[in-house]
């Protein structure tokens, strides 16, 4: 069994926040940076006049982004705006920009899907924002599920997995329990999904919503922290670690 | 319509001097989510339904009509109008010549004639007596990599200048153009619509010999398969994938007034369902692939499957609208507060397939993409979900998604079997 | 002091770490914001408002200003507030102003002329590119795209108030993170005979006891991230001086040691710098 994932917070100077994550089952290793607040010049006309206006970009590791990089930074936009309170002293008609790098994993070719990749970028796209201090009202946790063809559920997918899966689903949950953002693809009807949520609450947000169908994946569980745990654990030692003269003295 | 939201405007301010009362129009303009959320929420007096702004009721589609075959230059078209969204497609059918495939040679140990030679279409040449038509063949095939490493199916999306005001001549590809061909193309891919045996061109070696035949028939059922073909090294293989063909699939968007991934993928299903490619086979003594243009013999792509999008967007009454920030509740105080909705004030509205309007004003959006068993069931299968940008849809939510988007699916049923 | 609890966005601050003092108003720091219940309902407590982290970090709470606020991450980039000092550079000059950099990715800051202490058309200092201010920042305007403005006296009482704002003649500057400059700050302000210092830090109490026999030091420590140091008193060492009280705290800087290693930290340094304490 692999661990759980590996992340860093703040690893670079000059960034207002940065952040790197990796994830042992799809090899994804992802770079991030955020700079907030910052003028954006020449888009004025494009600015809300009083909400920031958040932009992401994507760029893969070894290709030049493309279509698939465009989709993809769609889905964080739309998932990290209902999260980043631009509204609040300094940000309104400024920008929060999210830069992510894929460092490793899979290449993603024309029209390949970006969901083994989602996970990560989320994540890192989070702990960055939260290194930056951009003021938000909640942090997510996102998994990926995969379904095989004889219709069971396989957490932390690899690649291989992934391709060969009847159906992939990527779930994001805020910290709060609510579900952010689904993407699903390949062939499943609703009950399929319905279990796949339970699943992906579960991994998220720890057991408490497994319901009766204790099935394999439970006995797994016990040995991987969940997801928000992990991001709250990453952010607490980082915060430790800085502020080390003070907590030590107290 | 405006005769409701001059009521609301009128109702807000009996007393106000006449200069100040504004036209439906403008009120429209000045305050698009205040005019919207009058609509949606007509005070309980009134006896009114809750309707948007253009008419419909939360779940209603726009009329929808589609319109195959009006492009004569292309192999398969079609024109979708979803409402004021226009979408056109045409399909383009071209000739790849395996040789032409770099890779083709190293996995494939099928090129036996090595000639760089570019090849020209020309006009059909007497047929061969050997050659035959293959498509009898009813093995359902899951061998569709073809289609992925070589990039068989080329779509490409463009909002065309004009279709919204926002699109001025000379941009490049909007962000928006970008991610809808990247769906589109992943759509293409995931749902695996086309067979890769309706692209592939064969060469059928004459049948020389008596065992020949045996082993021939045994060919035809184990269709492509390379590791036979590597481990019999020594026999050539009576047939062979001398070509494919790659379809370009080009949209264009020439009127956009919201939902442009719905209307964009249903013309793409009228044009591939539109789609006749002629009859081609390879003629062995001039090197090149010959096509027959004879119209009977140009057959129709065999798809699988009917997937249809359907999308929402989700309308939420302004939490900020006060001067305070207010408390996102948990969500399991969210579905206590959905029970407790329906006798008090709604909140949130999910909208089937919004206008350019309602889009500008919902942030959490909902693509499902749908289709029904064909094996007798007729199973809601759902092939495509997406749901993004807020946390107003939830389960339950989804599940009613899933039924409106499975009656939608009859409907487009009904409409492309008309064309 | 309890543990130090460390919040989340959109976690709720409890009850009992709110400062006890009930009479005065609540005052709310950066990080931290007030939010209502949407639907108050009659089982609910009778405060419908819910106190809720937008940051992660450490809340801290005043107790005699019955203030609460999280505490920023000390890496972050430098957001100009009104009454932060600063080390600034005079970038050029115009009729009225001086333009000066506070932080090298911000627009520059505007520095009157006149706002010096007793400054008049005839007295104001003739300041040139690169020299050094130490000043106040005055306004910060609502909004992107305008401007930051600094000054070196109070406009109310027309002293530089605390003494030592204007230009800093000679020294050095050094870059620390923005939480290392608060730190100094309130190092240098508060004078504390705790064993640990002030906020952790006993450098400067530990530099200044040791550079004493050479002649002391100045320093002004800018929220922006700047240190000024000068040794302009101790005659040939003075280079040598001031480049050792650099190097310390940026090394403290860098690897958040605590008051011991701090103290051996400035005994190693001045060792090797061969400055005899």
Not at chain 2, 221 to 235: C, H, N
Not at chain 3, 11 to 40: C, H, K
Not at chain 3, 190 to 218: H, N, R
Request: aromatic share 4%; charged share 20%.
């Amino acid at each position: 069994m692999m661990g759980g994932p590996i992340a860093s917070l703040h690893p670079l100077s000059r960034a207002d926040g940065s952040a790197s994550y990796k994830c042992p089952s799809t090899g994804s290793n992802v770079l991030g940076s955020v700079n907030a607040p910052v003028e954006l010049p020449g888009r004025r006309d494009a600015l809300k006049p009083e909400d920031a206006t958040i932009e992401v970009f994507v760029k893969p590791g070894t290709a030049p982004s493309g279509v698939g990089e465009r989709y993809v930074e769609g889905i964080l936009r739309g998932a990290l705006s209902r999260i980043v309170l631009g509204r609040e002293k300094g940000y309104p008609r400024r920008g929060v920009v999210i830069t992510l790098a894929i460092l490793g994993g899979e290449s993603i070719g024309r029209g390949g899907s970006y969901l083994p990749l989602l996970p990560a970028l989320l994540h890192t796209s989070i702990l960055a924002l939260l290194s930056a201090s951009v003021p938000l009202s909640m942090s997510l946790s996102a998994t990926m599920l995969a379904v095989n063809p004889s219709g069971e559920i396989v957490r932390k997918p690899s690649i291989t997995d992934a391709r060969a899966a009847a159906s992939l689903h990527v779930l994001a949950f805020t910290s709060k329990g609510h579900l952010l953002l689904s993407e699903s693809e390949g062939r499943f009807n609703f009950d399929t999904w319905d279990k796949v949520y339970e699943n992906a609450l579960a991994v998220c947000h720890g057991t408490s919503t497994l319901s009766s169908d204790g099935d394999v994946a439970m006995t797994e569980n016990m040995d991987t922290q969940p997801l928000e745990g992990f991001v709250r654990d990453t952010v607490e030692d980082h915060i430790r670690a800085e502020y080390a003269w003070k907590v030590d003295a107290a | 319509m405006a005769s409701t939201a001059a009521d609301s405007t009128a109702q807000a301010a009996p007393t106000a001097p006449p200069s100040l009362i504004l036209p439906p129009s403008q009120f429209a303009r000045l305050q698009p989510h205040a005019y919207l959320l009058a609509h949606l929420s007509p005070p309980a007096s009134s006896q009114q339904p809750s309707l948007r702004a253009n008419g419909r009721s939360p779940s209603q589609f726009r009329i929808t009509s589609a319109n195959t075959g009006s492009l004569t230059h292309t192999n398969g078209s079609a024109v979708v109008r979803l409402g004021d969204t226009t979408a056109v497609c045409g399909i383009k059918a071209e000739i790849l010549h395996t040789e032409d495939i770099p890779s083709w040679s190293v996995s494939h140990s099928s090129s036996s004639l090595a000639s760089n030679k570019r090849r020209k279409l020309t006009s059909p040449a007497e047929n061969l007596g050997a050659d035959r038509e293959d498509g009898s063949e009813e093995t359902d095939d899951d061998d569709d990599s073809y289609i992925e490493d070589f990039s068989l199916l080329v779509p490409n999306l463009s909002l065309s200048t004009g279709c919204a005001p926002g699109f001025i001549p000379g941009a490049p590809p909007s962000a928006l153009a970008q991610s809808l061909s990247h769906q589109i193309l992943s759509l293409l891919r995931s749902t695996r619509i086309v067979r890769s045996k309706d692209l592939q061109i064969w060469y059928q070696r004459p049948n020389l010999g008596r065992e020949e035949l045996e082993v021939h028939n045994e060919d035809e059922q184990m269709d492509v398969d390379v590791e036979q073909d590597r481990s019999g090294g020594a026999t050539p293989e009576p047939r062979e994938i001398k070509a494919f063909w790659v379809l370009y699939i080009d949209i264009m968007i020439i009127s956009l007034a919201g939902n442009p991934f719905d209307a964009a993928w249903l013309s793409v299903l009228a044009a591939l369902r539109d789609t006749k490619l002629p009859r081609a086979w390879w003629d062995v003594d001039n090197e090149i692939v010959v096509c027959s243009d004879l119209v009977s013999e140009a057959r129709k792509l065999s798809l699988r499957g009917l997937p249809v999008a359907s999308s929402f967007g989700v309308f939420e009454a302004d939490a900020a609208a006060g001067w305070r920030a207010v408390l996102i509740p948990d969500a399991e105080e969210e579905r206590k507060i959905a029970d407790s909705e329906r006798k008090g004030i709604r909140r949130r509205w999910i909208l089937a397939d919004p206008d350019g309007y309602e889009e500008g004003l919902s942030l959490e959006r909902v693509c499902l993409v749908v289709d029904r068993d064909q094996g007798g069931s007729g199973e809601v299968v759902i092939v495509k979900l997406e749901k993004n940008g807020g946390f107003a849809v939830d389960r339950k939510e989804l599940k009613q998604l899933v039924e409106i988007s499975a009656q939608r699916w009859e409907d487009i049923n009904q409409i492309l079997g008309q064309c | 002091m309890s543990s130090p609890l460390i919040l989340l966005p959109g976690d709720d601050v409890p009850a009992d770490y709110l400062p006890s003092n009930a009479s005065a108003p609540l005052r709310l720091g950066t990080g931290l914001r007030l939010l209502s219940q949407p639907n108050p309902t009659p089982a609910s407590t009778p405060s419908n408002h819910v106190l809720t982290a937008t940051q992660a970090g450490i809340l801290s709470t005043d107790n005699r200003r019955n203030a609460v606020s999280i505490l920023p991450s000390s890496n972050r980039r430098y957001i100009p507030t009104p009454g932060d000092l600063v080390v600034a550079q005079v970038h050029h000059s115009s009729a009225d102003y001086f333009h000066c950099m506070i932080t090298p990715q911000s627009p520059h800051a505007l520095l009157g002329q006149l706002s010096f202490e007793g400054a008049t058309k005839k007295t104001r200092p003739m300041l040139r590119g690169g020299d050094l201010l130490y000043a106040r920042v005055l306004s910060t305007g609502l909004g992107a795209g305008t401007e930051v403005e600094l000054t070196c006296v109070n406009p109310a009482t027309g002293k530089a108030e605390p003494g030592g704002l204007g230009p800093l003649n000679g020294g050095m500057v050094f870059d620390i993170s923005t939480g290392m400059a608060a730190r100094l700050i309130r190092a240098s302000s508060s004078s504390s005979d705790q064993e640990d210092g002030v906020a952790g830090l006993v450098v400067l109490d530990e530099l200044g006891k040791k550079l004493e026999k050479a002649g002391g030091f100045e320093i002004a420590v800018g929220r922006n991230g700047k240190v000024w140091v000068d040794c302009s008193n101790s005659e040939e060492d003075a280079v040598k001086a001031t480049v050792a009280i650099g190097r310390c705290l940026t090394t403290i800087d860098e690897h958040n040691l605590n008051p011991t290693d701090q103290r051996k930290l400035v005994t190693k340094v001045l060792r090797d710098m061969k400055i005899e304490s």
